[in-house]
T-cell receptor, first 116, second 110 residues
Framework: AQSVTQLGSHVSVSEGALVLLRCNYSSSVPPYLFWYVQYPNQGLQLLLKYTSAATLVKGINGFEAEFKKSETSFHLTKPSAHMSDAAEYFCAVSYAGGTSYGKLTFGQGTILTVHP | DAGITQSPRHKVTETGTPVTLRCHQTENHRYMYWYRQDPGHGLRLIHYSYGVKDTDKGEVSDGYSVSRSKTEDFLLTLESATSSQTSVYFC?????????FGQGTRLTVV
């Protein structure tokens, strides 16, 4: 069984500060890992994904994440927060295999607030 | 938006009534999913489909059924709606290693 834990349901940063959103996973097989962003009253948009290639993954809007197998982590970072980054962020895990291919297990979500 | 349309976008219904939500896709993707989103729980998988007439249960399938009679449509039915099924429902398709989501349906059961 796979699971995802996001540490911190709310994170608050100042504009220009580092953004760090934490995600730890458990999976019995090599995982695929994803970060999604959700703006109010909208669907989910893919920020970035890890699918067993490079462990440092760059995504849209200046975000990146590093897959660390030894720590079972996939934390999301951005060097300098912008007001437009305020949203809810979800970490998710899946794996390729059989008819359950592509089933996603999500973390609880982290709401990012950016202060001027 | 990967050609995904959910309908209706908003619905208020009474306890005990049946409700059907529709997900329509225009790009012939094989895999389709229904999730529900609740505060503090993220998104949880209800049912999914890996082809026409091929469906399986997800994590929170009790009280829900699905049907897929053609590639482009995946229907989610609440047989007898309960207040605990008040939620935002998202349909998703899988393209390669990525999932693309619809805009969601906000369902309120009163």
């Amino acid at each position: 069984a796979q699971s995802v834990t996001q540490l911190g349901s709310h994170v608050s940063v100042s504009e220009g500060a580092l953004v760090l959103l934490r995600c730890n996973y458990s999976s019995s097989v090599p995982p695929y890992l994803f970060w999604y962003v959700q703006y109010p009253n909208q669907g989910l948009q893919l920020l970035l994904k890890y699918t067993s290639a490079a462990t440092l993954v760059k995504g849209i809007n200046g975000f990146e994440a590093e897959f660390k197998k030894s720590e079972t982590s996939f934390h999301l970072t951005k060097p300098s927060a912008h007001m437009s980054d305020a949203a809810e962020y979800f970490c998710a895990v899946s794996y390729a295999g059989g008819t359950s291919y592509g089933k996603l297990t999500f973390g609880q979500g982290t709401i990012l607030t950016v202060h001027p | 938006d990967a050609g995904i349309t959910q309908s209706p976008r908003h619905k208020v219904t009474e306890t005990g009534t049946p409700v059907t939500l529709r997900c329509h896709q225009t790009e012939n993707h094989r895999y389709m999913y229904w999730y529900r989103q609740d505060p503090g729980h993220g998104l949880r998988l209800i049912h999914y489909s890996y082809g026409v007439k091929d469906t399986d249960k997800g994590e929170v399938s009790d009280g829900y059924s699905v049907s897929r009679s053609k590639t482009e449509d995946f229907l989610l039915t609440l047989e007898s709606a309960t207040s605990s099924q008040t939620s935002v429902y998202f349909c998703a398709i899988r393209a390669g290693t990525e999932a693309f989501f619809g805009q969601g349906t906000r369902l309120t059961v009163v």
